[in-house]
């Protein structure tokens, strides 16, 4: 079954206008972007919190804490979990605007 979710972009750019709420926001885009990689890539494979943390050997609540944004992993945990979705982990710095 697949979940829908309320299309929240309305409220968020009404917040963003806030010049304090965008300042924030902006400090925390790359952990929200990492979280939602994480999430996406898992979704797209079709496999579960639990099914994933047992290609990676962890356990769900691992792959959980990463998906809420509860976890700071480490490259080489990132390097596992881009090996259990079969795809490759990209980092890369971009020009600030």
């Known amino acids: 079954m697949k979940r829908e979710y ?11 206008k806030n010049p304090k709420i965008k300042a924030a926001y902006d400090r925390a885009e790359p952990e929200y972007a990492a979280m939602e990689a994480v999430l996406k890539a898992r ?3 079709g496999l579960t919190q639990t099914q994933l943390a047992k290609k990676m050997g ?3 609540a691992v792959v959980s804490r ?7 992993p ?3 945990f990132l390097m596992r979990l881009a090996d259990a979705l ?12």
């Open 6 to 16: 309320p299309d929240v972009t309305p409220f968020i750019e009404e917040a963003l």
């Open 58 to 60: 962890t356990k769900q």
């Open 66 to 72: 990463l998906e809420s944004g509860l976890a700071n």
């Open 86 to 97: 079969d795809c490759r982990l990209t980092i890369r710095f971009s020009p600030c605007s």
């Open 74 to 76: 480490s490259v080489k």
């Open 43 to 45: 979704m797209e494979k």
